[in-house]
């Protein structure tokens, strides 16, 4: 009967476990299961590759396919530029939203997003580089596509950033995902330029050199009556080349997405969510953009980052016309991001071994110096290889540093709000939203600007108004949101105590809450 009975005990611990979640069934292995392996870490960063692969492309190439290949004028493809950046600020908390309300799959409540937004944003984006055989409605056809891809990859991008804080509850183990993340995203960008310009380079756009032409007039109509009678034949391979161009980089977007959504997994209980039931959107925003840290920490990178995307916008045309390294703008680009991806590791060195804060100031300001000497000195070729070596280093820094801080905000911000869980998505939709927006608003403007100053689409050499404005885009400007994007970030309270402080205090509260949750479990047990 003893042997019987202890036969039943075991039996009903048995059952008991079986009723309990493996989060309380198994406390002591959770540390085990926090560490992220390498493989886990790399099919995770290799998801950050599509955003950057077509966003780098994108950047540095729609406008000059705009204004000489798909030959608009100026005035229509700063409205493209502008609408489709403000449509895409717009779409990141949107979805945000959305995603909020999403309830838990078997696939998690992120991933599903990836998956099935994938096909649909590859289409649009190869429809983006495709010139439509029609002499009316073309401005049309790009805003239309342009929003669409926009939207689409927004579906992809924010539960992909989001993810972050489901992976794992380790800082150092997020912090060191985040690391591979930005290495591949960064290496993206380099396979996105490559790509794009290598395969683009090949096709030599054809240009009208007539100097007496472009000093006299801006007319674009008698431009038009020019282009008509021009060959056209090497237009139409430069044409094929962007869109070849746009197909190999839609089947890397595919393949990226795949290997994410294959080799990576939600943790649910990584995000500390008990229920189903979505949470407030509106409440939790309010509770967001309420949070101290978090509007500094956006404040201050929205100027570093808007900088950045200005010189990005325009470097293809600085290179072109006011550097007259027509054949040799792409290989500038590929150095800039080349020099970014090797240096991604050194910074998170710089990060660990310093501080994120002093990261930001050293790295972000290292570009300050060679930002206007490409524009002060003379057009040479070896001095703008060295100034794109050096740019690409504090490249890396600005990419790797808001994606390495937004994480510390947030569990600054469990911190203050325990019982508040489900708000990842829109921490990280409106840093997104605001950068986009100001960047849309930017490139829009500079790209008017250029037609302000009588930008002449496909001509062989600008006039010297434009190359003056070339000039002011990306150099004068980007030194001037550089400087007040870190004189804002004097303003950011989280430094590297603060921060050791966050983690010990998080990891107290989940101490007790595993110590609860194992009395909780005995007390359940003696019941059954």
């Excluded at 075991?10 to 309380?24: D, F, I, K, M, V």
């Excluded at 020019?226 to 034949?233: A, K, P, R, S, V």
């Excluded at 060195?349 to 002093?358: D, E, N, P, S």
């Amino acid at each position: 009967m003893a042997g019987g009975g202890g036969g039943g005990a075991e039996r009903a611990r048995a059952r008991a476990g079986g009723l309990l979640p493996p989060s309380c069934r198994q406390p002591r292995r959770r540390e085990n299961r926090e560490r992220l392996s390498v493989c886990s870490k790399v099919c995770y960063a290799v998801g950050g590759a599509p955003y950057q692969i077509t966003g780098c492309a994108l950047g540095f190439f729609l406008q000059i396919y705009l204004l000489d290949v798909a030959q608009l004028d100026p005035f229509y493809a700063s409205i493209i530029l502008f609408v489709g950046r403000a449509w895409d600020a717009v779409t990141d908390p949107m979805v945000g939203f959305f995603i909020s309300k999403t309830s838990w799959t078997r696939f998690g409540r992120l991933m599903p997003w990836i998956i099935f937004s994938t096909p649909f944003a590859v289409i649009s984006y190869f429809l983006i580089w495709f010139v439509p055989d029609i002499s009316r409605g073309q401005v049309m056809w790009y805003l239309v596509f342009y929003c669409i891809f926009q939207t689409l990859v927004t579906c992809f991008h924010v539960p992909y950033s989001a993810l972050t804080m489901f992976i794992s509850r380790e800082q150092s183990e997020r912090d060191s995902a985040t690391a591979y993340r930005m290495t591949v995203e960064v290496l993206g960008t380099v396979l996105g330029t490559a790509i794009q310009g290598q395969i683009v380079g090949k096709a030599v756009t054809p240009c009208i050199e007539s100097p007496l032409f472009i000093g006299k007039t801006n007319s674009s109509v008698a431009m038009e009556e020019l282009n008509m009678t021009h060959d056209t034949g090497s237009l139409t391979d430069t044409r094929n080349a962007y869109m070849i161009a746009a197909g190999v980089i839609g089947g890397l977007y595919i393949l990226c997405a795949v290997i994410l959504s294959v080799g990576v997994r939600e943790k649910r209980e990584s995000s500390e969510l008990q229920s189903d039931e979505p949470v407030s959107f509106f409440q939790g925003l309010k509770l967001v953009m309420n949070h101290g840290a978090y509007i500094k920490l956006i404040a201050g990178f929205l100027f570093t980052s808007l900088a950045f995307m200005l010189l990005e916008g325009n470097f293809a045309l600085f290179c072109t016309y006011t550097l007259g390294f027509r054949n040799e703008f792409q290989n500038i680009l590929l150095a800039i991001m080349l020099s970014a991806t090797l240096t991604i590791p050194f910074w998170q060195w710089f990060l660990t071994r310093f501080g994120k804060k002093a990261a930001v100031y050293v790295g972000i300001s290292s570009a300050i110096p060679f930002l206007i000497m490409v524009a002060v000195l003379d057009s040479n070729l070896i001095v703008t290889y060295i100034v794109a070596v050096a740019a690409g280093i504090s490249v890396a820094a600005a990419f790797l540093l808001p994606w390495s801080m937004l994480p510390d905000v947030i569990d600054d911000f469990k911190l203050q709000h325990p019982d508040s869980h489900g708000h990842e998505a829109i921490f990280f939709s409106f840093y997104v939203f605001f950068t986009k927006f100001t960047s849309g608003v930017s490139l829009g403007i500079s790209t008017l600007s250029l037609d302000f100053a009588g930008y002449q689409t496909r001509g062989c050499s600008q006039p010297e108004e434009v190359n003056f404005t070339l000039k002011m885009l990306v150099s004068a400007v980007p030194v001037g949101l550089i400087l007040l994007g870190l004189l804002l970030f004097k303003l950011y309270p989280i430094d590297e105590e603060k921060r050791r402080k966050n983690k010990k205090a998080l990891q107290d509260l989940r101490e007790e809450s595993n110590s609860s949750s194992e009395s909780d479990n005995t007390e359940l047990a003696s019941i059954v």
